[in-house]
């Protein structure tokens, strides 16, 4: 059935690299990451050494799946900095533009996982998914599990500990 829609293809793009065991070139511990947005929407990331994972806060509050009743979490947290355009679309009926947001190129970036944050660059373009690089271009590989991507713009400052 999804041959007849495009599907049935060859996938033949890389994809990302994971690895239980995390690269040596972390740069220090995070236990809580902030990651300030606009008009008091802030997202908070605490890692649970129980669980080995990042639990969501979202306006100083638990973020909770409505699906599941659970509080999101993630194994991987990336934090992706990329130009935002402000676009001439209005998207909504109070007259709000839209936002153009460059995810081909490069920028900077954070990755945190297991405790710890790894500083690096991300590359991208339309015929691969992006690619995470820490020190001399090595690959910051992702624990195997839920990944959360946060894209900020390349002014914002974010925050971990």
């Given at each position: 059935m999804a041959a007849g829609y495009g599907g049935g293809e060859q996938w033949s793009r890389p994809g990302f690299l994971y690895?239980?065991?995390?690269?040596?070139?972390?740069?220090?511990p995070a236990s809580t990451v902030q990651i300030p947005y606009p008009g008091g929407n802030s997202v908070e990331w605490r890692y649970?050494?129980?669980?080995n994972q990042y639990l969501r806060f979202q306006g100083g509050q638990a973020h909770i799946d409505n699906a599941?009743?659970?509080?999101?979490?993630?194994?991987?947290?990336i934090v992706l900095f990329a130009k935002h355009e402000l676009t001439n679309i209005v998207e909504d009926s109070l007259g709000t533009k839209g936002v153009d947001i460059k995810l081909y190129g490069f920028g900077d970036l954070r990755i945190f996982r297991d405790g710890r944050v790894y500083e690096g660059t991300w590359r991208a373009n339309d015929e691969s998914p992006p690619r995470w690089?820490?020190?001399?271009?090595?690959?910051?590989?992702?624990?195997?599990?839920?990944?959360?991507?946060q894209v900020v713009r390349p002014t914002d400052i974010i925050t971990y500990q």
């Open positions: 690895n239980d065991t995390p690269a040596t070139f972390d740069a220090g649970d050494t129980q669980n599941t009743g659970a509080q999101i979490s993630a194994d991987n947290v690089l820490g020190p001399g271009e090595q690959i910051i590989p992702l624990k195997p599990g839920q990944s959360w991507i």
